[in-house]
Structure formats: C-alpha cells, structure tokens
C-alpha cells in the first residue's frame, strides 16, 4: 500500500547513541508521520543500529560528510520510498536533529502552516531561549547576513527544525555544505519570493559544553556559515516573508 501519512521525517545524525532512540520515537509519534529516514554520518557509537530498532529506516554514510549531505541523502531516501510504495505526490519534509529526545515529540506545530499551505517553510525558534554555549558570534554572523541578503531576520538563524514543501527544498539544491545549510537556504528561498514563517515549538537540544571539542565545533559552524553567506548573501532585497 502507498505510505498514507502528510509528513516525512529526516533526521540527521552522527554519534547520537544516547539520544537517537527517543528521538526517533518522538518523531514516530507526530500526527501525519508515517516515515522516519536517520541519516547515520558516518557514526562510531551503534547510532544508526539504534535509531533502525527504534523503528526508523537508516541510510548510513561510510565517512563523515556533513550536515547538508546527510539531508540530501534523507529527501533522496524518502523520494525513493515513495516511489517504489507507488506514491505519487511527494510530501513535505520534516528536518530534526538527532539530540532532541523526547521533545522531539512536540515538532508537530512545524508542520502544520506547511500542510494548509500557508507557509513554504518553517523554521522552530525554541521556547527555551536560555543560552546553552558561546553560539552567539556564528548566530549573529548568520542572522545579519540573512537581514543583509533579503531584509528579514530571524530569531534563530540556524535552527535546524525546518518543514519544507518538496518545491522548495528542491528550488535550494544544492544545499550549501555542512552547517552552513539553514543559512543559505533562508536566503535562497527568500529570494525565489517563497513563504518563510518560524513557529515557536517547545523543543531542546543538548546542553553544550565549552570543551575543546564544543569549541571545534564552533568553528566549523563560523567557517560554513561565512562559507555560505559568501556564496550566498550578497546583495540586499526586499523582505519577501515572515
């Protein structure tokens, strides 16, 4: 029987063993959900192992490749299953994180300006606004590049919980690499004049440290979104949505 459920779900993920499993299980739940893909980066920890007992269909990379291509590789798995299940019309897509646990299970409000078709894309702006690390130069680096490329600015340039029509993750490929993807994808589909609205869902991640390892990370955040925004960001345009 062709999948009968509104929403795909596509949840990247590298070295999420100890949350995966609840994420999965949260996403499951949502109404309208009847697909959950992992994209396992190139884990060492038995995460997509987990996240395939917990119900999810895993596609693994063998190396690690980066954000942006674990979510090409989830839209891609999700197309293929539809078609081979005889689906004709390709539903939305529904991009978590793989540390969300349990509060995956409260994206539903994503999705439903998306399904009346009053929005091309949402983007999640945390309820719990507390700060959680030294995010705060790439965060603003990405917010006043998006307000410089198209005259709007989020509250949380690179939330990663986005629902998106098929038309509109498909008028953004290629995605910009690794984290620089919410960023360059805000901006592009501003520019093609699409509806962008962010909604206030009580999600949260984890907690992040200040380690060596949180600082690498950092990095590599500021090193893709400046990536992308030079890629992407120049120039200003009206503001198209909200």
Known sequence: MPPSGDVA???PAKNESDRIQAT?????????????VVVDDGSTDG??????????????HGRRRGKAAAMETGAEAVRLLERANGRSS????????????????AAGPLT?????????????VFTDRVKRGGHGLVVGLSGAGIERATGWR??????????????ALEAARPLAPGFGVETAL????????????????PLAHRAT???????LHRARQLADVARALAAHGHGTRPRLAR
């Open 9 to 11: 779900v596509v949840i």
């Open 24 to 36: 999965v299980a949260g996403a499951a739940g949502l109404p309208g959900v009847d697909l959950v």
């Open 47 to 60: 995460t997509g192992a987990l996240a395939e007992g917990a119900g999810a269909t895993v596609v693994r």
């Open 90 to 105: 390709p539903r939305p897509l529904l991009f978590l994180d793989g540390d969300l646990g349990a509060t995956a299970g």
């Open 112 to 124: 439903e300006p998306v399904l009346a078709g009053d929005a091309d894309m949402t983007i999640a």
């Open 154 to 167: 989020p509250a949380q340039p690179l939330n990663g919980q986005r629902c998106l029509t098929r038309a």
């Open 186 to 201: 805000t901006i592009d589909l501003l520019r093609l004049g699409m509806r962008v609205t962010e909604v206030e869902v």
């Open 209 to 215: 440290g200040n380690d060596w390892r949180a600082q």
